[in-house]
């Protein structure tokens, strides 16, 4: 028995995310967005129309622009690549929200590329599109997947906030300390 749409609690909701393994499909682009809703709706037992599953699914992100106001300053000093966990309804809204994803280079995107982070391979594909001899430097805000990056060569750090970053980048030579 269905429940009706909109009662599923945030609980249940977040616990179907994390649990989900169709989350894992649609972040890998095994799953297309409308069977991935439809998977979803009914792991939660709600009835929504797919534009609307589509709004809530995307309704949760906000512009950190202490950190996306970096990009301008390490794009003068660094290759700047997007290695991201997301699907195709989080990244289009991204997109068309936001201006920062224009400041990268290149993009490796879970869902284009068939796998995720922690996976070996989607940092493989990473350093693939760097420049060769180039120094690289890796950031993440989720442990697991700053040690799964070291374990691939990669020098990681982990993202707390625009400040540590901005020490972390000074530490490593790509921004100066001058002028703080």
């Given amino acids: 028995m269905s429940a009706p749409a909109g ?10 995310i994390a649990k989900g393994e169709g ?9 297309s967005p409308e069977q991935f809703a439809a998977r979803f709706c009914a792991a939660i037992g709600v009835q929504l129309p797919y534009s609307e599953f589509a709004d809530i699914w ?5 512009e950190q622009r202490d950190v996306t106001g970096l990009l301008d300053e390490i794009g003068k000093h660094a290759d700047l690549v997007l290695l991201s966990n997301t699907d195709p309804l989080h ?10 994803l224009e400041k990268f280079g290149r993009l490796v995107l879970s869902y284009e590329v068939g796998h995720a982070k922690p ?7 990473a350093l693939g599109k760097c420049a060769p001899g180039s120094r690289v430097i890796y950031f993440d805000d989720v442990p697991e997947y700053v040690s799964a990056a070291r374990a691939c ?6 993202f707390v906030d625009a400040a540590k970053l901005r020490r972390d980048l000074e530490q ?3 921004l100066s300390r001058i002028g703080r």
């Fill in 23 to 31: 989350k894992q499909g649609f972040d890998t682009g095994h799953l």
């Fill in 7 to 16: 009662s599923a609690s945030a609980a249940v909701i977040v616990e179907a």
């Fill in 91 to 100: 990244f289009e809204y991204i997109r068309s929200h936001y201006g920062f």
């Fill in 58 to 62: 995307c309704d949760i992100f906000a």
């Fill in 119 to 125: 996976a070996a391979q989607i940092f493989e594909r």
């Fill in 153 to 158: 060569g990669l020098p990681a750090e982990q």
């Fill in 172 to 174: 490593f030579g790509v």
